[in-house]
Every structure is written in structure tokens, then in C-alpha cells.
């Protein structure tokens, strides 16, 4: 009925930035390049792409729980993903803007944000960002977005505005990472009708599957109406303290429920990785050699082993 092209399904040749230059991230007088340099020669299309050799993956990164590790999750996998050689998409689906503040962009100063694309047709490409890291964009948000879940309920095909903008994108890159907001509400139904893969961070704390029943019912809610191809097919235990018993707990009662969907890698608390964000950076960045760096880098590898 919606004729959509779900980015999920494209396949195409995996192809390297033409001008080889790394880009910096944009700041607010817009001194660095414009997304459409950065996101290589021009428009999408299928017949662009005649040998297929990867298939991109969309991940949902969501818990409705508050403060969990979603954002942190989403940008420090993605950079060490983009050191590794992927072309990762970050989408702030979060009018926290968390995620766009964390790869270093100001959140008050961007022209065109993820807002415009789900609710003023304005095309994807058109407010994708560099971030500092070499292959990591970014679809920004800011405040904006807080009026979207209202605004987009008597909008035509609501639930699938995300996926659309992203099928816009689809040849530029081979994973998104999407940022939930912590509710289950239309934004992260928009992100998991337009993921192939939902991954959950769980705290290792106490009550940490609580809520989680209610995600995997909306999971498969959405997988009867909306996307049949979506998987739960990853958890990662973050904000794990080995000094403390109720973690290991936790961690055990996590595999116990999930089994291998659970990534070996587990993320530890640090210091670090809640200093980071407030530089900008991911934790690759900003202290390469610390615990979470390492963490997420093995993460990184796990998630990228577990392509299809
Ligand atoms: N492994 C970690 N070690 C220490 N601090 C962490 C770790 N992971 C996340 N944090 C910190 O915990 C807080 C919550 O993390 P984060 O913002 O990633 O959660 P979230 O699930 O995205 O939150 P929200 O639901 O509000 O979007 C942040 O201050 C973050 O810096
Ligand atoms: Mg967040």
C-alpha cells in the first residue's frame, strides 16, 4: 500500500569516499563540508549497485528506560564500527539531542535537523552531518523532535517516515545505528519499522529487565504490522561494576533469559565514558586507550561478526 522501498532489503557494493579526505565535524558556522560531499557522488539508486556484497543493517538501539546506555551505546559502537571500515549512519531519534551533543555538534545551532526530514519532507541527505570521526555521520536533533510524536499522529504513513529518510541514504552506508528515546512511543515505532535489528543495552543493575517484556511485545508488534524482516538479535550488558555481586547477577539472569543474542563483550562502568560526551567525543577519541574504548572496539567486532 505505502510502496516503500525499505532500506533494509537494499543491497549494493560497498564503495570508498572518491575525495579520500576525513571528515571534520561541521560547526555551527558551517565551516566544514556539506552532507552531500560527504555522502559521495550524488543520489541512491538500486541500479547504482549491480554486484551485491553487503547488505546493510539498520539497529534499533532501544530501552524505554531512561539512562541506560542507549546513547553512549550508539555513538561510541558506531565510531569504533567507522575505525573498523564501516560507513556508519548515527540517527538521534532523540529530542534530548544526546547523541548529536555527544559526537560533538550543538544541538541549538543546527540548520537542519532530523525533524525537518520526518515532518517536512526535506530529504535525509540534506541534514546528514560529518562528525570528527573518518566514515561516522550524523543525523542530528535537537528539541524539535519533542513535538514530533504529537505531530506526527495524524501524519500519512507515520510509522514509516524514518524508514523512508533512511532509504534515501541506504547505498551510503552499511550500518545505522538509530538512538531511541527512552518511551516506547511513535519516534522508536519510526525506528523499529525502519531496523532489521533491535539491540538493547542493559544496566547491570538491579531491576534491569524490568520494562523489557513491554519492548519485546512492541518488537513483535511491530514485526506482525510493520516489518517482518526486524530481529531482536542483540543485547549488550553496559555500566557492569565487577566490584559488585548484584552485577554479576544481573549479567547471569540476562543470558539466562536471552541466550546468545547476549554479546560476549560486556561494558564496564567507567569514569571515561561518562567523561566523554561532554568533550564531544567518542570514547575512541577522547581516551582510546581506556577500559570503555577497548570494550566498545570488541564490541564493535562482535556486532560486526554477526552480519548475515
Ligand atoms: N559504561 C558506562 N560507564 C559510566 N557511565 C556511563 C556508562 N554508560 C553510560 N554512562 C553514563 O550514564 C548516563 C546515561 O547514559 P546514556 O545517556 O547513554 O543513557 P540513555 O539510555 O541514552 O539515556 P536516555 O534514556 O536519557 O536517552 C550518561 O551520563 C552516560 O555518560
Ligand atoms: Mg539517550
Redesign the pocket.
Known amino acids: 500500500m505505502f510502496h516503500v522501498k525499505h532500506a533494509g532489503s537494499l543491497d549494493r557494493e560497498p564503495r570508498e569516499r572518491k575525495d579520500g579526505v576525513v571528515p571534520e565535524p561541521k560547526t555551527a558556522d558551517g565551516a566544514v563540508q556539506d552532507a552531500d560531499q560527504a555522502l559521495d557522488d550524488g543520489p541512491v539508486t538500486e541500479s547504482a549497485s549491480p554486484a551485491k556484497t553487503s547488505v546493510l543493517r539498520i539497529f534499533a538501539v532501544a ?1 524505554q ?9 550508539a555513538v561510541n559502537l558506531g565510531a569504533a564500527l567507522a575505525d573498523q571500515g564501516q560507513r556508519v549512519l548515527v540517527v538521534d531519534l ?1 529530542p ?1 539531542g ?1 547523541a548529536t551533543s555527544g559526537l560533538g555538534l550543538d544541538s541549538q545551532k543546527i540548520d537542519v535537523s532530523l525533524y525537518d526530514v520526518l515532518l517536512h519532507d526535506v530529504s535525509m541527505s540534506e541534514c546528514l552531518q560529518a562528525t570528527g570521526v573518518e566514515r561516522l555521520m550524523l543525523a542530528p536533533s535537537n528539541l524539535d523532535l519533542a513535538g514530533a510524536e504529537i505531530e506526527l499522529v495524524p501524519a500519512f504513513s507515520r510509522e514509516l517516515r524514518l524508514r523512508n529518510a533512511i532509504g534515501e541514504v541506504a547505498d551510503a552506508f552499511d550500518i545505522v545505528l538509530i ?1 531511541c ?2 518511551s516506547l512511543g511513535l519516534l522508536t515505532v519510526n525506528a523499529l519499522a525502519a531496523a532489521t535489528e533491535v539491540l538493547v ?1 542493559i544496566q547491570c543493575e538491579y531491576y534491569a529487565l524490568e520494562g523489557l517484556g513491554q519492548l519485546v511485545t512492541n518488537v513483535e508488534l511491530v514485526q506482525r504490522q510493520l516489518n517482518k524482516a526486524l530481529v531482536l538479535s542483540t543485547i549488550v550488558l ?3 561494576d565487577a566490584r559488585t555481586k548484584l552485577a554479576e547477577q544481573v549479567a547471569a539472569e540476562v543470558r539466562h533469559h536471552f541466550g546468545d543474542k547476549v554479546c560476549r563483550t560486556v ?5 571515561r ?2 567523561e ?2 561532554s568533550f564531544g567525543q567518542p570514547i575512541t577519541v577522547f581516551d582510546p586507550l581506556s577500559r ?1 574504548a577497548v570494550a566498545y572496539r570488541e564490541l564493535a567486532k562482535e556486532v560486526a561478526r554477526g552480519a548475515s
Request: proline share 17%.
Open positions: 530501552n528506560k531512561g539512562g541506560v546506555g542507549k546513547t553512549t551505546t532523540d534530548q544526546n538512538d528515546p527512552p543495552p553496559v555500566m557492569f561494558v564496564p562502568r567507567t569514569v565514558l561518562s566523554a560526551p570503555g
